[in-house]
């Protein structure tokens, strides 16, 4: 199952509402997870589920869809969430894929 | 708290061998999944094994089937990645990650810092 993330790179200010795609070469269900990465440090998971928020994760950030699309919004973005994020396919557990990333940097 | 600690990386030369180590504390090692992922310089995510909470089931990532063997020893907490054939485009930083399931595979709710591979003559 090919993961398809939009857009590669989003340039956007503190405070905006910013929204990642990802789709799936073929249905997942819900089995998609959201992951940020920042220079130099291993990912973090966000969103499991496609919409359960991981514990301790701020709730600005948010995950919808099923089947095929899936969305990860930030409501309002910190300084701090400039990184790079990614989807993470788990239907086809145990292997499982992840989609190019998208960098997110401050405009 | 969870953590899990990586070893064993370094610069190989092209058709040899190397094993990673991962060392886990701060929860029940045997009750979860654990994956190797792996990130070369620059470049995204890529997923290579993940061994059940059992030892006993492996799953591995095409690009490394037939070279790599992850294994686990619970009574060590502790989880190897043997890498063999190595070639230049597994030059990567390798994580160590726990998976949310025993089994399966599911979400990774736990990283390691990564442990750095460089394939070079």
């Known amino acids: 199952i090919q993961m398809t993330q939009s857009p590669s790179s989003l340039s956007a200010s503190v405070g905006d509402r910013v929204t990642i795609t990802c789709r799936a070469s073929?249905?997942?269900?819900?089995?998609l997870a959201w992951y940020q990465q920042k220079p130099g440090s291993a990912p973090n998971l966000l969103i499991f589920?496609?919409?359960t928020l991981q514990s301790g994760v701020p709730s600005r950030f948010s995950g919808s869809g099923s089947g095929t699309d899936f969305t990860l919004t930030i409501s309002s973005l910190q300084p701090e969430d400039f990184a790079t994020y990614y989807c993470?396919?788990?239907?086809?557990?145990?292997?499982?894929?992840f989609g190019q990333g998208t960098r997110l940097e401050i405009k | 708290q969870v953590q899990l600690v990586e070893s064993g990386g370094g610069v190989v030369h092209p058709e040899r061998s190397l094993r990673l180590s991962c060392v886990a504390s701060?929860?029940?090692?045997?009750?979860?999944?654990i994956h190797w992922v792996r990130q070369a310089p620059g470049k995204g995510l890529e997923w290579v094994a993940v061994?059940?909470?059992?030892?006993?089931?492996?799953y591995y990532g095409d690009s490394v089937k037939g070279r790599f063997t992850i294994s686990r020893d619970n009574s060590k907490n502790a989880v190897y990645l043997q890498m063999d054939s190595l070639t230049t485009d597994d030059t990567a930083t390798y994580y160590c990650?726990?998976?949310?399931?025993?089994?399966?595979?599911?979400?990774?709710?736990?990283w390691g810092q990564g442990t750095l591979v460089i394939v070079s003559s």
């Open positions: 993470q396919n788990y239907n086809s557990a145990p292997q499982i894929s």
């Open positions: 701060g929860f029940t090692f045997n009750k979860h999944g």
């Open positions: 073929q249905g997942i269900r819900n089995e």
């Open positions: 589920g496609a919409s």
């Open positions: 990650a726990r998976d949310r399931r025993a089994s399966y595979a599911e979400a990774i709710d736990f």
């Open positions: 061994i059940w909470y059992d030892g006993i089931y492996k």
